[in-house]
């Protein structure tokens, strides 16, 4: 069965960037939107973006002028880069690989704290 | 951005009660709709995609039905197990928005 695991520091300075990486293992990474969900503490779940296997990109328009998101498929892992963060952006951090038909496979989440 | 709602924000029942979630669109999302289960602490689950289409492992308890912008979800005998918060997502556009979330607890 897939497995996604994401990794990354927990704590991030207010303005610097933040980085994050999914690796995806006993599973294929082609034909599938890799994903990147967020859930700050106690609320709801935001959708952050996607990139396809062929590297097609589609980001959050809340998040696009911040947000990077990015592909090494011989590793099987993607990754997600958001710049100039503040405590706003505090939350937990999933990915998934997602079917054309919206079918996802979650990650078990990473929480990243934006704190001087 | 497509908004998706969802009602109640919160609702408490028996043991063995019917539960339904409503969840409406902001404009025709066809199909294309998930509902997921999150348990405190865990990552959501996918319980039906397509509106009704039970994901392989799920109990035939939980059912979807609807299209076009209005939808629900049903538990058929609230089990303990069943506490969570649950979520609608539509994937018809990017972004693929969620709905706020229904929490059901036991009475």
């Known amino acids: 069965q897939v497995q996604l695991q994401e990794s990354g520091p927990g704590l991030v300075r207010p303005s610097e960037t933040l980085s994050l990486t999914c690796t995806v293992s006993?599973?294929?990474?082609?034909?599938?939107?890799l994903t990147w969900i967020r859930q700050p503490p106690g609320k709801g779940l935001e959708w952050i973006g996607y990139i396809s296997y062929n590297e097609l990109t589609y980001y959050n328009p809340s998040l696009k002028s911040r947000l990077t998101i990015s592909l090494d498929t011989p590793k099987n892992q993607f990754s997600l880069t958001l710049r100039s963060v503040t405590a706003a952006d505090t939350a937990v951090y999933y990915c998934a690989r997602c079917s054309a038909a919206g079918r996802c496979y979650w990650g078990q989440g990473t929480l990243v704290t934006v704190s001087s | 951005d497509i908004q998706m709602t969802q009602s109640p924000s919160s609702l408490s029942a028996s043991v063995g009660d019917r539960v339904t979630i409503t969840c409406q669109a902001s404009q025709d999302i066809s199909s294309y709709l998930n509902w997921y289960q999150q348990k405190p602490g865990k990552a959501p689950k996918l319980l039906i995609y397509?509106?009704?289409n039970l994901e392989t492992g799920v109990p035939s308890r939980f059912s979807g039905s609807g299209s076009g912008t209005d939808f629900t979800f049903t538990i058929n005998g609230l089990q303990p197990e069943d506490i969570a918060t649950y979520y609608c997502q539509q994937y018809d556009n990017p972004p693929f928005t969620f709905g706020p979330g229904t929490k059901v607890y036991i009475k």
């Open positions: 397509d509106v009704s």
């Open positions: 006993s599973g294929s990474i082609s034909s599938f939107y």
